[in-house]
């Protein structure tokens, strides 16, 4: 494998869910994958192509992985190095294997961190690979959130104070944490330290940032670093900065500016190196003016400002958002659950007050609540919002059927124009239907454009 290329691992998995899941996870750790759901294909890929890692699970439908790893060892003598992921009852088996030649195993149900951290080790994505984040969706599909990640590995190189503002539960922290892994990229061990400055009172807070020397106070026996010294050469992550008082926004803004701190009961002075990211949901500059912020931090800290909207704002990711939820949720339940067309539309329509965290939740509570597969709109909220009434007004279950499934089809053939942006082609194409289809379906459906077309923000 050359420096610049990026390793590829031929994954052999016929669990749908599990395969995609692991799928994603590599791409986004820079690692090409080609994915195999049965044991004979598998075995063809390999004897046929170069690979740099091999994982296969020991239960396949056709040829087992155990077969898999003995045909391979026959037939080539230059194995790559060979992952098992086998459940609880097999795991003597994969003892075995080892024994044979196989590199490891990991047992079902296992961290996913875990493999990625033996992946790597097996096989270091390459330096190059920071494209392949390009075109990966990681913060979202609109467009607003497309710009921000496409930002972010220059921002990470090049600044070094970001503020982040946004609602609480649009993703703050996990913005910040794609920040650092840009700006740490081909470094090991570069800490992430995350301190929520709302939930720490101001007397612990000093102590909590700068830490302490054995002695300063009651209860101080011994030595303690703060979060700028565990912090020192990765990222510091300050939440909730507009909750943080003004005596300590000045000393904030002394460590900033002098880019050392002083312990508490201290007298020597610590050089720091981090890399500082705030986040806030208030509104600083009216914090600056009402004189509850002091303007020379505000200043300080808003050299590159990124705002993430709320989710209301970005509709596009609403859906997207709830999939992914709903593939994670799978992953450790094992059960397939889907989204009705009603309940797409409700889940649209609802303004998402706590943003991603409310929608995950609520994803959450529906996949462990509904004996349905098909998850339907009231299981997504402890009441049913007025939006779910208002698309379902007429068309109960226990009335009329054919009227019912109609609301079901023309909310289903309105979401896909609006996700289409009612370019009627490419709903016809998604839908799988022929253009003439879609025309005839929305006369007999009163749908029109000039009156149902949705505002788009």
Request: proline share 4%; net charge negative.
């Amino acid at each position: 494998m050359s420096k610049s290329a990026q390793p590829i691992i031929c994954l052999v998995e016929d669990d749908e869910i599990m395969g995609e899941s692991l799928c994603d996870r590599f791409v986004l750790e820079g690692l090409r994958v080609e994915w195999h759901q049965n044991g004979i294909e598998a075995l063809n890929a390999i004897n046929n192509k170069k690979f740099d890692l091999i994982i296969s699970d020991i239960h396949l439908p056709d040829l087992n992985g155990e077969e898999l790893f003995t045909r391979l060892i026959a037939s080539k003598s230059n194995l790559p190095p060979f992952i098992f992921i086998t459940g609880y009852g097999s795991i003597d088996r994969a003892v075995q294997l080892l024994k044979q030649g196989a590199t490891d195993y990991i047992s079902k149900p296992f961290d996913l961190d875990q493999l990625v951290e033996k992946v790597c080790q097996l096989c270091p994505p390459s330096q190059t690979a920071t494209s392949a984040y390009k075109n990966q969706h990681i913060l979202g599909i609109s467009p607003t959130m497309c710009d921000i990640e496409e930002s972010i590995p220059r921002l990470a190189r090049l600044a070094n104070i970001i503020l982040i503002t946004g609602e609480s539960g649009v993703g703050k922290e996990h913005v910040a944490q794609l920040i650092h892994q840009h700006a740490r990229q081909g470094t090991d061990d570069q800490p992430f330290v995350p301190v929520n400055c709302g939930a720490i009172t101001e007397t612990l807070l000093e102590s909590e940032l700068f830490g302490y020397e054995k002695g300063a106070f009651t209860g101080a026996t011994r030595t303690r670093k703060g979060v700028f010294e565990q912090a020192h050469g990765g990222t510091l992550f300050l939440d909730e900065i507009g909750d943080m008082s003004l005596t300590m926004q000045i000393k904030l803004l002394r460590a900033i500016q002098e880019r050392r701190i002083v312990r508490v009961g201290g007298e020597t002075p610590i050089p720091i190196d981090v890399h500082l990211i705030c986040a806030t949901n208030r509104d600083l500059k009216k914090m600056v003016e009402e004189g509850s912020f002091r303007e020379d931090l505000y200043y300080r800290i808003h050299v590159i400002r990124l705002r993430i909207p709320p989710l209301r704002e970005r509709k596009e990711d609403i859906l997207w958002f709830a999939k992914l939820f709903l593939r994670q949720c799978a992953l450790l339940s094992k059960e397939i659950h889907t989204i009705s067309p009603l309940a797409e539309h409700v889940l649209l329509d609802y303004p998402w007050p706590g943003n991603l965290r409310e929608l995950k939740h609520s994803v959450e509570r529906a996949c462990i609540l509904s004996q349905n597969p098909v998850l339907d709109a009231d299981v997504f909220f402890d009441d049913t919002p007025a939006a779910a009434h208002d698309h379902t007004e007429g068309t109960s279950v226990d009335g009329n059927l054919a009227a019912y499934l109609r609301d079901c089809e023309r909310k289903f053939i309105l979401q896909s124009l609006v996700h289409s942006h009612w370019h009627y082609g490419n709903t016809a194409a998604a839908l799988g239907i022929s253009r003439k289809n879609l025309w005839e379906k929305m006369k007999k459906l009163d749908i029109h454009a000039d009156k149902d077309r949705l505002v788009e923000d």
